[in-house]
Nanobody, 121 residues
Framework: VQLQACGGGLVQAGGSLRLSCAAS????????VGWFRQAPGKEREFVAA????????YYADSVKGRFTISRDNAKNTVYLQMNSQKPEDTAVYYC???????????????WGQGTLVTVSS
């Protein structure tokens, strides 16, 4: 499975962005997908994850109520809708595919290249 994240950019605090994670490979719909982010000088951290069916979602406390993860298996794409953004959301965002909905980096098998999100105050 190959993943490509896009949709990043510059947004003002309080604004919104939608990230997309497009996948190649017929088996994409059988994988859980997670979004992670990494700010300069910090470790990669979990943001959100969704099960293969979309029936289960899981969020980091820092984004709960502001971000929404969803997927369209017919389009081999997972989305991350980010609302009410804060400067601390600034980071490179990565999508990843794995066998389980999980918050740990090591649970994911395939990673995209990342897309930069910058939130100005």
């Amino acid at each position: 499975v190959q993943l490509q994240a896009c949709g990043g950019g510059l947004v003002q605090a309080g604004g919104s962005l939608r990230l997309s994670c497009a996948a190649s490979g017929r088996t994409f719909s059988s994988y859980a997908v997670g979004w992670f982010r990494q700010a300069p000088g910090k470790e990669r951290e979990f943001v959100a994850a969704i099960s293969w069916s979309g029936g289960t979602t899981y969020y980091a406390d820092s984004v709960k109520g502001r971000f929404t993860i969803s997927r369209d298996n017919a389009k081999n794409t997972v989305y991350l809708q980010m609302n009410s953004q804060k400067p601390e959301d600034t980071a490179v965002y990565y999508c990843a595919a794995g066998n389980f909905v999980a918050a740990q980096v090591y649970e994911y098998l395939y990673w995209g290249q990342g897309t930069l999100v910058t939130v100005s105050s």
